[in-house]
């Protein structure tokens, strides 16, 4: 197995892992659900420290196989991002469930509970939006880099055409001044 195989592999565990747990968010409550929350988080943070080496492995493929390698990593991109969006979900499901509990049983606080959630509405869609940044940012680098080991090649490629074509076009000097010396000494004669 290869490298590149044993982390999407591990990605494959981590997903599931991250995909059964928000599927318990909304059945739990206190100390925890803060687990939970804590403990996909971490997941989360775990799957992007392992698409980043996957990138890095799909980048170093001949390429040949780097575009297929490339199709496959945006893919576990795409899925790490749909679930976070299902975990945001799941977090404000069990809000809204909150909320409606204390639309029927009567709030405890409630100024300070919607203030709050608010916040953290508006704190957790601005960190989606610097992740995305981010993502795009990293997307563009890992383009430009391979834009420019493209550009390396052709000109590597074209250097050594131009040796040869100079170390011909010196063969061809020598040639005629061979042959100049020839006509020389014809002409003596």
Request: aromatic share 4%; proline share 3%; hydrophobic share 30%.
């Amino acid at each position: 197995m290869s490298l590149l195989e044993d982390y999407e592999h591990q990605f494959g565990v981590l997903t599931a892992d991250i995909t059964s747990k928000t599927h318990g968010i909304p059945n739990l409550s206190g100390q925890p659900r803060k687990n939970a929350i804590s403990d996909i988080d971490r997941l989360v943070e775990e799957a992007q420290d392992l698409l980043e080496q996957i990138d890095l492995e799909v980048r170093d493929l001949p390429s040949a196989a780097r575009q297929t390698g490339s199709v496959r990593a945006k893919s576990y991109h795409d899925e790490l991002r749909r679930l976070q969006k299902d975990f945001r979900r799941a977090q404000v499901a069990m809000a809204d469930a909150v909320h409606g509990r204390d639309e029927l049983l009567g709030p405890d606080d409630v100024p300070h509970s919607e203030d709050q959630r608010e916040r953290l509405l508006q704190n957790t869609e601005r960190m989606q939006k610097s992740s995305n940044r981010l993502e795009e940012g990293y997307r563009m680098t890992l383009e430009t880099e391979e834009i420019g080991r493209g550009i390396m090649d052709n000109l590597h490629r074209d250097r050594e055409t131009m040796t040869r074509a100079r170390d011909r076009l010196r063969g061809v000097d020598q040639d005629l001044g061979k042959s100049g010396r020839i006509l020389n000494g014809m002409k003596r004669f």
